[in-house]
């Protein structure tokens, strides 16, 4: 009868904790969104002018008195927003991060703590920095590249907004992802998941793969798969150099225990 007492108490012991866990989440969230909304109101009275220079490396490569075009009715009321939602996020993800970890935190060793906040701090910063590669240098270089094309065939380049916006943020996602990459290499060797020599010998698949990628998710043009696979494949040589520096302690140790033998027989 206790045992079975015990049993029941235990379960609903567990119960209770999940459903804490299930409010604490549910809290998390709200506020969370709570902060995308808040940034969100604060900038859609300017939402026209982020548009704008959303779209300012398209609208410098079309020919003078060139425009971008709408062709759905609701297009240029539901584009601007769309955007200017994007930018909301970005500046909120911080406090949707910190949220995450506020959740998460209390289930983390020490050690584990010390290591996800320089991860999520350098995670957010690096896909900052691959949207802004892209802004910067890839949409100019490749929306002139395009550009280029149009005068010989006597075509005049007019690209819709709804079109235009489903291509930056293919492109932002793309290259943020890919500005991810020596974040996902040292993860791999910190948590032992892989041997650093492992990803150096893996290298000639890596830049294969570099390729592969950046031809499915970039447009049909080599300009476009090269500013993409390039980046990708020196961000892991740079994941590579940094790793070194967060290879494990135990994997330090059996090198050292391997060693030592040899070192005693050859005094």
């Excluded at 235990?10 to 902060?35: M, N, P, T, V, Y």
């Excluded at 425009?67 to 911080?94: E, H, Q, R, Y």
């Excluded at 240098?137 to 065939?153: E, G």
């Excluded at 290298?203 to 696979?229: C, E, H, K, M, N």
């Amino acid at each position: 009868m206790s045992m079975t007492q015990n049993n029941s108490t235990e379960d609903s012991g567990l119960q209770e904790s999940f459903l804490s866990h299930l409010f604490e989440l549910r809290d998390r969230i709200i506020k969370s969104a709570i902060a995308i909304i808040v940034v969100f109101v604060s900038l859609v009275y300017w939402a026209p002018d982020i548009f704008h220079l959303f779209a300012q490396p398209l609208l410098q490569a079309l020919p003078a008195g060139g425009k971008m075009i709408v062709t759905d009715v609701t297009g240029s009321f539901f584009v601007p927003m769309k955007v200017t939602m994007l930018v909301a996020f970005l500046i909120a993800l911080p406090v949707v991060m910190y949220q995450l970890w506020a959740f998460i935190a209390p289930g983390l060793y020490q050690h584990e703590r010390k290591l996800i906040v320089p991860l999520v701090i350098s995670s957010y910063s690096l896909f900052i920095f691959g949207m802004a590669f892209a802004y910067f240098l890839v949409f100019p270089t490749v929306f002139q590249f395009m550009a280029s094309y149009n005068a010989p065939l006597g075509a005049e380049m007019s690209t819709d907004i709804d079109k235009y916006l489903g291509f930056a943020m293919t492109t932002f996602l793309a290259f943020g992802i890919t500005f991810e990459v020596p974040v996902v290499v040292v993860v791999l060797v910190r948590m032992g998941m892989v041997q650093l020599a492992k990803l150096k010998e893996i290298r000639p698949y890596v830049i294969v793969g570099a390729f592969v990628i950046a031809a499915i998710v970039t447009p049909p043009d080599v300009l476009s798969q090269l500013l993409l696979a390039v980046p990708m494949c020196l961000l892991y040589e740079l994941g590579l150099l940094i790793a070194r520096f967060y290879i494990p302690k135990s994997t330090d140790d059996e090198a050292g225990t391997t060693t030592n033998p040899d070192t005693q027989a050859t005094v």
